[in-house]
């Protein structure tokens, strides 16, 4: 089964900097898809942005990009000019092909942006 | 608008007796799933259901059960409920086996066992 590794328990940022959260992922599919949620103070758990492992472009979405390195098992999301409505957990997630596309999330990083 | 709707969004229930996690999806999706959620362990699978009539033992199966009756609706069953099994639960529904499309999320279920 595919593992999901989020080391960074919490981080703090001063508000309009940028931040970039660490995911690494273990899997033996050749082609797979890695995932970033963020979960709102409310719970709410809303998708992000997707990078399809045989695409070498890094996806953007607004204000969010992914730095992913392959050969690192790597998938780094980076917020550019972070708001104070940024603040919330975000979960690293891949998806299991083989297995009716069963998301395995990581432990998530709890972002606060201050002012 | 499509969406997953869960219910109890709390439930507090006692020791040994029974508790029903409901879920609805008006995606049309074949796949759904549940997840719970503690502090330092993110989301972890419980079981999942790739149509009506399916269930598949996730990660973390101990102690639950599922039943997916239609297309459209997927419980969590809890037999006989523990203190362990206080937690936030999430049902969230996928398209098929080949989708590249992502999850919908439901607003979670708190349970607490006392």
């Known amino acids: 089964a595919q593992k999901v590794t989020q080391t960074q328990t919490s981080i703090s940022v001063v508000e309009k900097t940028t931040v970039t959260m660490d995911c690494v992922y273990e899997t033996r599919d050749s082609s797979y898809f890695l995932f970033w949620y963020k979960q709102t103070a409310s719970g709410e758990i809303v998708f992000l942005i997707r990078q399809d492992s045989y695409k070498k472009k890094n996806a953007t979405v607004g204000h969010y990009s992914l730095n992913f390195q392959k050969p690192k098992s790597s998938i780094g999301l980076i917020i550019t000019a972070t708001q104070i409505e940024d603040s919330a957990v975000y979960f690293c997630?891949?998806?299991?092909?083989?297995?009716?596309?069963?998301?395995?999330f990581g432990s998530g990083t709890k972002l606060t942006v201050e002012p | 608008e499509a969406a997953v709707t869960q219910s109890p969004r709390n439930k507090v229930a006692v020791t040994g007796g029974k508790v029903t996690l409901s879920c609805n999806q008006t995606?049309?999706?074949?796949?759904m799933y549940w997840y719970r959620q503690d502090t330092g362990h993110g989301l972890r699978l419980i079981h999942y259901s790739y149509g009506a009539g399916s269930t598949e033992k996730g990660d973390i199966p101990d102690g639950y059960k599922a039943s997916r009756p239609s297309q459209e609706n997927f419980s969590l069953i809890l037999e006989l409920a523990t203190p362990s099994q206080t937690s936030v639960y999430f049902c969230?529904?996928?398209?098929?086996?080949?989708?590249?499309?992502?999850?919908?999320f439901g607003s979670g279920t708190r349970l607490l066992v006392i």
């Open positions: 995606n049309n999706h074949n796949n």
């Open positions: 997630a891949m998806r299991d092909m083989s297995n009716y596309n069963v998301l395995y």
């Open positions: 969230a529904s996928g398209e098929g086996q080949g989708s590249n499309s992502d999850y919908t």
